[in-house]
Nanobody, 127 residues
Framework: QVELVESGGGLVQAGGSLTLSCAVSGGTFSTYVMGWFRQAPGKERESVAAITWNVGRTLYADSVKGRFTISRDTGEKLVYLRMNSLKPEDTAVYYC????????????????????WGQGTQVTVSS
């Protein structure tokens, strides 16, 4: 059974940086796709970035392109989201998730395609 646990959230000033981590346990992680998502109060959950587990191909939402970097450590079974130049509008609960039926991506898979989710970690960016 796959489990995901996020960490690294917190309060940061605008322009600052944070790195989120997602610890993966269970499952056979050879060809899955991992994603980071966020949900701000009163808004729908949105995609942030995705990465293929095997070759590390990455994709980003336009809103974070050039500021956020997704990466993974297959040996430690960790997925990271490095967030630079943070803005108040980046404030949200951030979730990692795995899409176990996907192995390659040309766009971030729909949220409905992600099978297992972490509990989320709060990121608050003050102005």
């Amino acid at each position: 059974q796959v489990e995901l646990v996020e960490s690294g959230g917190g309060l940061v000033q605008a322009g600052g940086s944070l790195t989120l981590s997602c610890a993966v346990s269970g499952g056979t992680f050879s060809t899955y796709v991992m994603g980071w998502f966020r949900q701000a109060p009163g808004k729908e959950r949105e995609s942030v970035a995705a990465i293929t587990w095997n070759v590390g191909r990455t994709l980003y939402a336009d809103s974070v392109k050039g500021r956020f970097t997704i990466s993974r450590d297959t040996g430690e079974k960790l997925v990271y989201l490095r967030m630079n130049s943070l803005k108040p509008e980046d404030t949200a609960v951030y979730y990692c998730a795995v899409a176990m039926r996907w192995s390659e991506i040309h766009k971030i898979p729909p949220i409905s395609e992600f099978d297992v989710w972490g509990q989320g970690t709060q990121v608050t960016v003050s102005s």
